[in-house]
C-alpha cells in the first residue's frame, strides 16, 4: 500500500497524558499538513511541512501541541498535558510537487483521540 | 468566521437521481476548489477539482460547477449510487496569498442514496 498512514489509529488517554501520532507520507511528497476535524464539523488546518521545514502553524496550534519532519519523511504530532477539548480526529495529509495537480492533497485514516 | 459554507447537513435521493450538492465561499483569493468524499472512520477521498479559471469540470458520474460572481460551487453526481452514500465535503485553497496550498474545508453534507 503506498497510500498515507497513520498510527496509532485510535488513542485514549487521560486528561494530562501526552500523546504522540505519526504519520508517514506518500515516499515523493514533499508537503506535509496536519489537520483536526471534530463532531460536525470539517477537517481544520494546524501546520505544514515542505520537505523538513515547518512553514506554518495555525493558531489553532496551541503551545501544547508540536509537531516535527525530521529528513523530510515521516511526520509526529505531539500534544502535552491533554484536555478534553484535544478530542478529535487528527488527520495528515500530502501532497507533492510531482503530482499532477499541485493542489490535491492525499489523506490518511486519521487518529481518534479520546481524552477521559 | 465559516469561509466555506455547505448549507445542507443532509440529502437524500433516490438510486438514478441526480444528486447536487451545493458549496458557498466568502473568500475571493480562493482559486481552487476540491471536493472529497468520506466514509465513517476514514480519512476523507479526493474526488474532483476545479479552478478558479474554469467553471465546468467533468469526471464519469461527477461535474463539479463553479460560479465566480456568486462564489457558489456544486457537485453533481448523475446517476447516484448506493455506493456514493458519504459526507461530502467542499474545500477551497488560495496560493496567491502564499497560504502554502492548506485547504480550508466546510461542515460537510450527508449523502445518502436510496436503492
Known amino acids: 500500500d503506498t497510500g498515507v498512514s497513520q498510527d496509532p489509529r485510535h488513542k485514549i488517554t487521560k486528561r494530562g497524558q501526552n500523546v504522540t501520532f505519526r504519520c508517514d507520507p506518500i515516499s515523493e511528497h514533499n508537503r506535509l499538513y496536519w489537520y483536526r476535524q471534530t463532531l460536525g464539523q470539517g477537517p481544520e488546518f494546524l501546520t505544514y511541512f515542505q520537505n523538513e521545514a515547518q512553514l506554518e502553524k495555525s493558531r489553532l496550534l496551541s503551545d501544547r501541541f508540536s509537531a516535527e519532519r525530521p529528513k523530510g519523511s515521516f511526520s509526529t504530532l505531539e500534544i502535552q498535558r491533554t484536555e478534553q477539548g484535544d478530542s478529535a480526529m487528527y488527520l495528515c495529509?500530502?501532497?507533492?510537487?510531482?503530482?499532477?495537480?499541485?493542489?490535491?492533497?492525499?489523506f490518511g485514516p486519521g487518529t481518534r483521540l479520546t481524552v477521559l | 468566521d465559516q469561509q466555506v459554507k455547505q448549507n445542507s447537513p443532509s440529502l437524500s435521493v433516490q438510486e438514478g437521481r441526480i444528486s447536487i450538492l451545493n458549496c458557498d465561499y466568502t473568500?475571493?483569493?480562493?482559486?481552487?476548489f476540491l471536493w472529497y468524499k468520506k466514509y465513517p472512520a476514514e480519512g476523507p477521498t479526493f474526488l474532483i477539482s476545479?479552478?478558479?479559471?474554469?467553471d465546468k469540470n467533468e469526471d464519469g458520474r461527477f461535474t463539479v460547477f463553479l460560479n465566480k460572481s456568486a462564489k457558489h460551487l456544486s457537485l453533481h453526481i448523475v446517476p447516484s449510487q448506493p455506493g456514493d452514500s458519504a459526507v461530502y465535503f467542499c474545500?477551497?485553497?488560495?496560493?496567491?496569498?502564499?497560504?502554502?496550498?492548506?485547504?480550508?474545508f466546510g461542515k460537510g453534507t450527508l449523502l445518502t442514496v436510496n436503492p
Open positions: 476545479i479552478s478558479s479559471i474554469k
Open positions: 474545500a477551497a485553497s488560495d496560493y496567491s496569498g502564499g497560504s502554502n496550498y492548506k485547504l480550508t
Open positions: 473568500n475571493s483569493m480562493f482559486d481552487y
Open positions: 495529509a500530502t501532497g507533492g510537487l510531482a503530482h499532477k495537480n499541485y493542489n490535491e492533497q492525499f
